[in-house]
Structures are given as C-alpha cells and as structure tokens.
T-cell receptor, first 115, second 113 residues
Framework: DSGVTQTPKHLITATGQRVTLRCSPR?????VYWYQQSLDQGLQFLIQ???????AKGNILERFSAQQFPDLHSELNLSSLELGDSALYFC??????????????FGPGTRLLVL | AQSVAQPEDQVNVAEGNPLTVKCTYS??????LFWYVQYPNRGLQFLLK??????LVKGSYGFEAEFNKSQTSFHLKKPSALVSDSALYFC???????????FGTGTKLQVIP
C-alpha cells in the first residue's frame, strides 16, 4: 500500500458527461501528479500540482482540469467525455516534487469507462 | 523533446535465470531515470532510480539497473528471476530542472516456472 488513495475505483458514464476523480496524497506529501493509462497511448503525464499551485503540465486536454485543495487532496475533472477517454487514471504523490529526482508513489487508480 | 524507448513489448525468462529489461532514452543533459513495476489491477510501484554517482543502482526486490551515459541506456537487471517478478515494467525519464516525466511504453516480463 503506497498511502495514496483514489476514489472511486470504477466509474461508468456516458459520452458528454462530466466526472470528478479524487486523490488523497500520502501524509505530508506536497505534490500530486495525474496520469492517464490507456492501451493505445500508454502512460501519459497529465498535470502536477505542488502545494496548491499548478507546477507542470503534460498532455492534458482542454476538457480536463485539475486542482489541489488546501488540505492537499486533488481532483481531476473530466468533461464532455468521449469514448476515447476510457482509461485508467492514476494519481501519484511525492514529498516535494520540485527537484525532479523525487520518487512518486502511485495510487491504485480509477478505471473510467465511457459508453 | 524527451523520449523513452522500451524496445521489447515482452520478455520471457525461465525462473532462476538472469533477466534484463531494456530502456533507452533521449533527453538533453543528465536526466533522472526511474524504473517502476505494475502488477495486474494495481498502481505503479517504485523499484529504483538513478540520480547521480555510481552507474549501478540497486533497488527493491533484488533488482538493479545500470546507467550508461554513452549509450543513453538504463537497463533493468536481476541475477535470478522469480515467478513473482512477472509484471509490467516501466522506465521513466525526467530532465533535471524540468517537471514533466516521460514513461516508456512498458515491457511485460513473463517468468516461466
């Protein structure tokens, strides 16, 4: 158990809908990262937050947004969902995340299925 | 742009034999390099990382990796494979001073009893 929790574990929804994925980092970790894992695109970095501020942005679509709250938990919002958004979404956390060398600890993931 | 290549989709090895999972990267400067393992229906677990110093990095579960700057490689190795090592292995690179991390496509390791 990495200490990173994600809810829900599974999510089934329809095209055009909006969902929110939630992540609680390990106790004391300030950085949260979001990833998308799909069969055709592999593991893609979406976005990183550090202590409430956006730190780095990867291949995140404009339909997707994220935020990190004062208690350091994070939410990933996916809107106008398409079939291709079906994937496993991972959250990871690290203690700082500023130097780049830190180990990231991954949550168990949320499996999203868009029908 | 940074990139990571894991040239083998799958590696099969007999239990007890040494294993190697290959990783090469392309990035400017000296990067941080990572290996993670993913078991079915689980998140990624950290195995080891290279930051600086000794080119041979030792990690969890008896795994090690060798950083080769001239060949821009960071191959994962283990002297004696276990059936329980069967999983999906990811190599990742993160340039110094830059936050975006790039993962390889993953290599499925199958250890045959």
């Amino acid at each position: 158990d990495s200490g990173v929790t994600q809810t829900p574990k599974h999510l089934i929804t329809a095209t055009g809908q909006r969902v929110t994925l939630r992540c609680s980092p390990r106790s004391g970790d300030l950085s949260v990262y979001w990833y998308q894992q799909s069969l055709d695109q592999g593991l893609q970095f979406l976005i990183q937050y550090y202590n409430g501020e956006e730190r780095a942005k990867g291949n995140i679509l404009e339909r997707f947004s994220a935020q990190q709250f004062p208690d350091l938990h994070s939410e990933l919002n996916l809107s106008s969902l398409e079939l291709g958004d079906s994937a496993l979404y991972f959250c990871a956390s690290s203690a700082q995340g500023l130097a780049g060398q830190e180990t990231q600890y991954f949550g168990p993931g949320t499996r999203l299925l868009v029908l | 742009a940074q990139s990571v290549a894991q040239p083998e989709d799958q590696v099969n090895v007999a239990e007890g034999n040494p294993l190697t999972v290959k990783c090469t990267y392309s990035v400017s400067g000296n990067p941080y390099l990572f290996w993670y393992v993913q078991y079915p229906n689980r998140g990624l677990q950290f195995l080891l990382k290279y930051i600086t110093g000794d080119n041979l990095v030792k990690g969890s579960y008896g795994f090690e990796a060798e950083f080769n700057k001239s060949q821009t490689s960071f191959h994962l190795k283990k002297p004696s494979a276990l059936v329980s090592d069967s999983a999906l292995y990811f190599c990742a690179v993160r340039p110094r001073g830059y936050q975006k991390v790039t993962f390889g496509t993953g290599t499925k390791l199958q250890v045959i009893p």
